[in-house]
């Protein structure tokens, strides 16, 4: 699987639209960007995914670049409760989740 | 409501005193999995299972045990604790996806466990 490399951490305005970038040099064509966040300490929670296209959901979206080599997940209008931190993940196996590596994340704080 | 529950949430325990963590979920996903996380070391996989008597090692599953008689629950087993073992433990469900479709994990809240 593609190793991913995010900052470590990032300030947003609550209000205004938080932009976590992805770097994922390495992807192969046949793997998926994944994103995660974890809020303090409880389990993490599936926020979108995507191959190639950009993804919109009720939570955020998701731009991918043309040569896949990296992402942006984008709250649009970000509040306090979306302080957390955001794992992006690239893998292959869309089907079978027996190997499937959080890194660090972006620590992502919202600010009043 | 679609969920997956662990058991005891907080645990203080001491050395070499045998515990089981539960976990069961409510989805009928056939894919489950252990993960601890530590600080600085992000969340790491400890065993999945892919369903009913299939289960398999992660990347760190020395010290930990598992079993999958039922496609509902999920145990985990430190037969003999350790203080290396203090960590936040999830598990987590899945099912397989269908081409495109939407196939996250769902995890637990946690457990914290203490090993003194």
């Known amino acids: 699987d593609a190793k991913t490399t995010q900052p470590t951490s990032m300030d947003c305005a609550e209000g205004r639209a938080a932009n976590l970038p992805c770097n994922h040099s390495?992807?192969?064509?046949?793997?998926?960007v994944y994103w995660y966040r974890q809020i303090h300490s409880q389990g993490p929670q599936y926020i979108i995914h995507g191959l190639k296209n950009n993804e919109t959901n009720e939570m955020a979206s998701l731009i991918i670049t043309e040569d896949r080599k990296s992402s942006t997940l984008i709250l649009p209008h970000a509040t306090l409760r979306d302080t957390a931190v955001y794992y992006c993940i690239v893998r292959a196996d869309l089907y079978n989740f027996n190997k499937f590596y959080f890194g660090s994340g972006t620590k992502l704080n919202v600010k009043p | 409501e679609a969920q997956v529950t662990q058991n005891p949430r907080y645990l203080i325990t001491v050395t070499g005193k045998k515990l089981t963590v539960t976990c069961s979920q409510n989805?009928?996903?056939?894919?489950m999995s252990w993960y601890r996380q530590d600080p600085g070391l992000g969340l790491r996989q400890i065993y999945y299972?892919?369903?009913?008597?299939?289960?398999d090692k992660g990347d760190v599953p020395e010290g930990y045990k598992v079993s999958r008689k039922e496609k509902r629950n999920f145990p985990l087993i430190l037969e003999s604790p350790s203080p290396n073992q203090t960590s936040l433990y999830f598990c987590a469900s899945s099912a397989p996806g269908l081409a495109g479709g939407r196939t996250e994990q769902y995890f637990g809240p946690g457990t914290r466990l203490t090993v003194t």
């Open positions: 390495t992807i192969s064509g046949n793997e998926y």
């Open positions: 299972s892919m369903n009913v008597e299939v289960t």
């Open positions: 989805m009928n996903h056939e894919y």
